[in-house]
């Protein structure tokens, strides 16, 4: 036997492994994936040319990852265009106002998934495996449709615009 091996026998039974839904893990991480998510911003030359705050930045994001908790607790099928995300429709409204072209809204949209993945990398060890897939499928899913609704504010906000009085 090797002696990584013994050692390992003989250090006894390694720790309980707590484990927490995705859902869980997302909502008591917030503050962390939100920080993540603005320092990926901040290093983006196109969307840091709209001058924003801090608060304006990311003001609404904190409302999407609760929607996004909501959907996964909901066990909504995927595709569901069940759950209808405020928030997402707010943000495509205030990003028109502020200058944000759409390429700029699906830049934020696939940085907040990857902040949202970097979360749950970070506490892999805490996921049931069994229901991991189904849950990185709903996240993409709800952040898609997050995204979609507030496209469909975005265009009418422009359509608004376009209008004449």
Known sequence: MYRGCTALLASGPSPSRVIESVATILEYSI??????????VKRNKKLTAVSM????????????????????????????????SAA???????????????????????????????????HLASIDFSILLNAVMTIADEVDAQLSQAMDSYMEESLLEATPA
Request: hydrophobic share 40%; net charge negative.
């Open 31 to 40: 503050e962390s994936t939100i920080e993540a998510w603005y320092e990926r």
């Open 53 to 84: 705050s801090r608060e304006q930045r990311v003001g609404h994001i904190l409302k999407i990852l609760l929607d996004l908790v909501h959907r996964l607790r909901s066990f909504k099928s995927l595709g569901s265009s069940e759950l209808v």
């Open 88 to 122: 997402a429709e707010e943000d495509g409204r205030f990003r028109r106002e502020q200058g944000y072209s759409a390429a700029m809204m699906v830049e934020e949209s696939r940085m907040l998934q990857a902040s949202i993945f970097e979360t749950l990398q970070k």
